[in-house]
Protein backbone atom coordinates (compact mmCIF):
# COMPACT_ATOMS: atom_id res chain seq x y z
CA UNK A 1 0.00 0.00 0.00
CA UNK A 2 1.11 3.39 -0.91
CA UNK A 3 -0.02 6.35 1.18
CA UNK A 4 0.54 10.06 0.49
CA UNK A 5 -0.22 13.26 1.82
CA UNK A 6 -2.36 14.39 -1.12
CA UNK A 7 -1.00 16.79 -4.10
CA UNK A 8 -2.34 17.00 -7.34
CA UNK A 9 1.00 16.62 -8.83
CA UNK A 10 1.66 13.00 -7.12
CA UNK A 11 -1.80 11.95 -8.51
CA UNK A 12 -0.95 13.15 -11.90
CA UNK A 13 2.37 11.26 -11.48
CA UNK A 14 0.72 7.89 -10.47
CA UNK A 15 -1.78 8.32 -13.33
CA UNK A 16 1.25 8.52 -15.74
CA UNK A 17 3.29 6.12 -14.17
CA UNK A 18 0.33 3.58 -14.35
CA UNK A 19 -0.17 3.10 -10.82
CA UNK A 20 -3.55 1.06 -10.47
CA UNK A 21 -6.32 3.14 -8.75
CA UNK A 22 -9.11 1.24 -8.82
CA UNK A 23 -9.49 0.71 -5.08
CA UNK A 24 -8.36 3.85 -3.72
CA UNK A 25 -9.17 5.72 -0.72
CA UNK A 26 -9.24 9.74 -0.88
CA UNK A 27 -9.51 12.75 1.51
CA UNK A 28 -10.92 15.89 0.28
CA UNK A 29 -13.01 19.09 1.42
CA UNK A 30 -16.14 19.54 0.02
CA UNK A 31 -15.46 23.26 0.59
CA UNK A 32 -12.36 25.26 2.23
CA UNK A 33 -14.02 25.48 5.64
CA UNK A 34 -15.67 22.14 5.80
CA UNK A 35 -13.84 18.96 7.61
CA UNK A 36 -12.35 16.43 5.41
CA UNK A 37 -14.69 13.66 3.95
CA UNK A 38 -13.11 10.08 3.48
CA UNK A 39 -13.99 8.10 0.62
CA UNK A 40 -12.86 4.49 0.26
CA UNK A 41 -13.46 1.93 -2.94
CA UNK A 42 -13.03 4.64 -5.28
CA UNK A 43 -11.88 4.12 -9.15
CA UNK A 44 -9.88 7.37 -10.23
CA UNK A 45 -10.95 7.78 -14.32
CA UNK A 46 -9.25 10.70 -15.11
CA UNK A 47 -7.42 14.37 -14.62
CA UNK A 48 -7.79 16.87 -16.65
CA UNK A 49 -7.10 20.94 -16.29
CA UNK A 50 -6.84 20.72 -12.50
CA UNK A 51 -9.96 18.32 -11.92
CA UNK A 52 -9.88 14.35 -11.18
CA UNK A 53 -13.04 12.15 -11.77
CA UNK A 54 -13.85 9.65 -9.64
CA UNK A 55 -16.30 6.77 -9.67
CA UNK A 56 -17.56 4.78 -6.75
CA UNK A 57 -20.90 1.87 -6.72
CA UNK A 58 -21.00 3.36 -10.61
CA UNK A 59 -21.74 7.03 -9.47
CA UNK A 60 -19.31 9.43 -10.72
CA UNK A 61 -18.09 12.82 -9.07
CA UNK A 62 -15.38 15.20 -10.56
CA UNK A 63 -12.69 16.75 -7.46
CA UNK A 64 -10.90 19.65 -7.95
CA UNK A 65 -7.20 18.78 -7.00
CA UNK A 66 -7.17 22.00 -4.80
CA UNK A 67 -10.03 19.93 -2.71
CA UNK A 68 -7.38 17.01 -1.65
CA UNK A 69 -6.01 16.19 1.20
CA UNK A 70 -4.78 12.56 0.97
CA UNK A 71 -4.58 9.71 -1.15
CA UNK A 72 -3.53 5.87 -0.50
CA UNK A 73 -3.73 3.66 -3.23
CA UNK A 74 -5.12 0.50 -1.27
CA UNK A 75 -8.72 0.19 0.08
CA UNK A 76 -9.26 1.47 3.56
CA UNK A 77 -12.24 0.42 5.76
CA UNK A 78 -14.57 2.87 6.31
CA UNK A 79 -15.22 5.83 4.77
CA UNK A 80 -18.23 8.18 3.52
CA UNK A 81 -20.18 8.39 0.65
CA UNK A 82 -20.09 11.31 -1.87
CA UNK A 83 -21.18 14.42 0.22
CA UNK A 84 -25.02 15.30 0.34
CA UNK A 85 -27.52 17.70 1.53
CA UNK A 86 -30.28 14.98 1.81
CA UNK A 87 -32.40 15.68 4.87
CA UNK A 88 -32.17 12.95 7.67
CA UNK A 89 -36.23 11.84 7.83
CA UNK A 90 -38.53 9.29 10.05
CA UNK A 91 -40.80 6.72 8.82
CA UNK A 92 -44.11 6.33 10.60
CA UNK A 93 -45.97 2.56 9.65
CA UNK A 94 -49.95 3.27 9.30
CA UNK A 95 -50.87 0.57 7.79
CA UNK A 96 -49.29 -3.21 6.78
CA UNK A 97 -51.82 -5.52 5.18
CA UNK A 98 -50.19 -9.06 4.90
CA UNK A 99 -52.43 -11.37 3.23
CA UNK A 100 -53.04 -15.23 4.70
CA UNK A 101 -51.40 -17.25 2.07
CA UNK A 102 -48.50 -16.05 -0.95
CA UNK A 103 -51.32 -16.35 -4.36
CA UNK A 104 -54.46 -14.84 -3.93
CA UNK A 105 -57.65 -17.30 -5.12
CA UNK A 106 -60.55 -15.73 -7.01
CA UNK A 107 -62.23 -19.48 -7.69
CA UNK A 108 -61.85 -22.83 -7.28
CA UNK A 109 -61.32 -23.45 -10.89
CA UNK A 110 -58.53 -20.78 -11.15
CA UNK A 111 -55.41 -22.95 -12.55
CA UNK A 112 -52.46 -20.55 -12.05
CA UNK A 113 -53.53 -18.10 -8.90
CA UNK A 114 -51.76 -14.52 -9.07
CA UNK A 115 -48.94 -13.85 -7.07
CA UNK A 116 -50.37 -12.24 -3.48
CA UNK A 117 -48.81 -8.67 -2.64
CA UNK A 118 -48.17 -6.97 0.76
CA UNK A 119 -49.40 -3.59 1.06
CA UNK A 120 -47.41 -0.92 3.41
CA UNK A 121 -48.71 2.70 4.11
CA UNK A 122 -46.53 4.89 5.63
CA UNK A 123 -45.76 8.70 6.71
CA UNK A 124 -42.30 9.92 5.84
CA UNK A 125 -41.44 12.90 8.65
CA UNK A 126 -38.69 15.06 7.59
CA UNK A 127 -36.05 16.66 9.61
CA UNK A 128 -34.79 20.42 9.14
CA UNK A 129 -31.08 20.54 9.83
CA UNK A 130 -28.40 22.79 8.89
CA UNK A 131 -27.03 22.84 5.08
CA UNK A 132 -29.85 19.93 4.18
CA UNK A 133 -32.27 20.39 2.04
CA UNK A 134 -35.75 19.05 3.36
CA UNK A 135 -36.96 18.65 -0.03
CA UNK A 136 -34.72 15.80 -0.52
CA UNK A 137 -34.25 12.53 1.05
CA UNK A 138 -32.61 9.13 0.30
CA UNK A 139 -35.66 6.35 -0.22
CA UNK A 140 -36.17 4.31 2.68
CA UNK A 141 -35.34 0.60 1.96
CA UNK A 142 -37.63 -1.83 3.05
CA UNK A 143 -36.90 -5.18 4.07
CA UNK A 144 -39.59 -7.76 4.82
CA UNK A 145 -39.43 -11.52 6.55
CA UNK A 146 -42.11 -13.63 6.30
CA UNK A 147 -42.33 -16.85 8.27
CA UNK A 148 -44.81 -19.54 6.91
CA UNK A 149 -46.02 -23.12 8.25
CA UNK A 150 -44.23 -25.82 8.58
CA UNK A 151 -45.13 -27.73 5.22
CA UNK A 152 -42.67 -31.39 5.32
CA UNK A 153 -42.92 -34.05 7.49
CA UNK A 154 -40.41 -32.69 9.80
CA UNK A 155 -42.80 -29.21 10.40
CA UNK A 156 -40.36 -27.34 9.46
CA UNK A 157 -41.08 -23.70 8.99
CA UNK A 158 -39.76 -21.81 6.39
CA UNK A 159 -38.27 -17.88 6.61
CA UNK A 160 -38.84 -15.73 3.40
CA UNK A 161 -37.02 -12.46 2.76
CA UNK A 162 -38.10 -9.45 0.24
CA UNK A 163 -36.49 -6.22 -0.05
CA UNK A 164 -37.67 -2.89 -1.52
CA UNK A 165 -36.56 -0.86 -3.96
CA UNK A 166 -35.10 -3.10 -6.18
CA UNK A 167 -31.80 -1.08 -5.31
CA UNK A 168 -32.33 -2.11 -1.96
CA UNK A 169 -30.95 -5.55 -2.49
CA UNK A 170 -28.10 -6.44 -0.05
CA UNK A 171 -25.30 -8.95 -0.99
CA UNK A 172 -26.53 -12.18 0.24
CA UNK A 173 -29.59 -13.76 1.07
CA UNK A 174 -29.21 -13.70 4.47
CA UNK A 175 -29.73 -9.83 4.92
CA UNK A 176 -27.70 -9.65 7.20
CA UNK A 177 -27.06 -5.81 8.77
CA UNK A 178 -23.42 -5.39 7.19
CA UNK A 179 -24.80 -6.28 3.83
CA UNK A 180 -28.22 -4.34 4.96
CA UNK A 181 -25.86 -1.10 5.40
CA UNK A 182 -23.68 -1.53 2.16
CA UNK A 183 -26.69 -1.64 -0.12
CA UNK A 184 -28.18 1.97 2.38
CA UNK A 185 -24.45 3.42 2.00
CA UNK A 186 -24.14 3.13 -1.86
CA UNK A 187 -24.32 6.08 -3.97
CA UNK A 188 -26.67 4.29 -6.47
CA UNK A 189 -29.75 4.81 -3.66
CA UNK A 190 -32.56 6.66 -4.80
CA UNK A 191 -32.87 10.16 -3.92
CA UNK A 192 -36.40 11.33 -3.61
CA UNK A 193 -37.21 14.78 -4.56
CA UNK A 194 -40.29 16.38 -2.64
CA UNK A 195 -39.86 19.64 -5.18
CA UNK A 196 -41.55 17.01 -7.53
CA UNK A 197 -45.13 16.35 -6.55
CA UNK A 198 -45.60 13.82 -9.68
CA UNK A 199 -42.71 11.74 -8.44
CA UNK A 200 -44.50 10.86 -4.82
CA UNK A 201 -47.26 9.44 -6.45
CA UNK A 202 -47.38 5.91 -5.21
CA UNK A 203 -50.58 5.24 -3.75
CA UNK A 204 -53.41 5.07 -5.40
CA UNK A 205 -55.29 6.88 -2.47
CA UNK A 206 -55.61 10.42 -3.47
CA UNK A 207 -56.60 11.78 -0.23
CA UNK A 208 -52.97 11.02 0.90
CA UNK A 209 -50.77 14.20 2.22
CA UNK A 210 -47.54 15.06 0.47
CA UNK A 211 -45.47 12.81 2.54
CA UNK A 212 -47.81 10.00 2.62
CA UNK A 213 -46.95 6.52 0.58
CA UNK A 214 -47.69 3.30 -0.50
CA UNK A 215 -45.69 0.49 -1.57
CA UNK A 216 -46.45 -3.68 -2.45
CA UNK A 217 -43.98 -6.18 -2.01
CA UNK A 218 -45.06 -9.50 -4.35
CA UNK A 219 -44.47 -12.50 -1.64
CA UNK A 220 -43.31 -14.68 -5.05
CA UNK A 221 -41.74 -17.98 -3.61
CA UNK A 222 -44.38 -18.04 -1.17
CA UNK A 223 -47.08 -19.64 -2.89
CA UNK A 224 -49.62 -21.62 -0.70
CA UNK A 225 -48.10 -21.46 2.15
CA UNK A 226 -49.47 -20.43 5.29
CA UNK A 227 -48.14 -16.88 6.56
CA UNK A 228 -47.69 -17.23 10.20
CA UNK A 229 -45.62 -13.93 11.27
CA UNK A 230 -43.66 -11.42 9.59
CA UNK A 231 -41.09 -8.82 10.66
CA UNK A 232 -40.76 -5.74 9.02
CA UNK A 233 -37.57 -2.72 9.00
CA UNK A 234 -37.19 0.27 7.28
CA UNK A 235 -34.57 1.80 6.71
CA UNK A 236 -33.34 5.81 6.59
CA UNK A 237 -30.47 7.79 5.72
CA UNK A 238 -27.90 5.85 7.44
CA UNK A 239 -29.83 3.74 10.06
CA UNK A 240 -33.10 1.58 10.58
CA UNK A 241 -35.35 3.31 11.55
CA UNK A 242 -39.01 1.63 12.24
CA UNK A 243 -40.00 -2.05 12.61
CA UNK A 244 -43.24 -3.39 13.06
CA UNK A 245 -43.95 -7.34 13.65
CA UNK A 246 -47.15 -9.70 13.47
CA UNK A 247 -47.35 -13.70 14.47
CA UNK A 248 -50.16 -16.03 14.94
CA UNK A 249 -50.77 -17.26 18.27
CA UNK A 250 -48.51 -20.03 19.46
CA UNK A 251 -45.58 -19.22 16.22
CA UNK A 252 -42.78 -16.94 16.30
CA UNK A 253 -41.76 -17.34 20.21
CA UNK A 254 -38.15 -16.99 19.32
CA UNK A 255 -37.13 -13.51 19.64
CA UNK A 256 -35.78 -12.34 15.96
CA UNK A 257 -36.43 -15.36 15.03
CA UNK A 258 -36.27 -13.82 11.31
CA UNK A 259 -32.18 -14.44 11.58
CA UNK A 260 -32.70 -18.22 13.06
CA UNK A 261 -34.67 -19.74 10.31
Known sequence: MRYFIMSGLVVFLALSAGMTLDAATISYKPNSSSEPQKLTKVKILSISRGVMLVERDGAKRSISLSQLVEYSDSDMVGGDSFDDNSAEYTVTLIKVDMPKTGVVKTSARQTAAPVAVCEIEYTINRKSGEGKDINRIKAPYFYLYVLTEG??????????????????????????????MTAVESLKRPVINFDNINSLST????????????????????????????????????????EKDWNEPGYAKDKKWWLKY
Open 151 to 180: SDEYNNHHTFRFFYPSEAKPGSDSFDEARI
Open 203 to 242: SKKSAMSLGDREVKIKLDKIKERKIVAYHLEVWGKSERIA
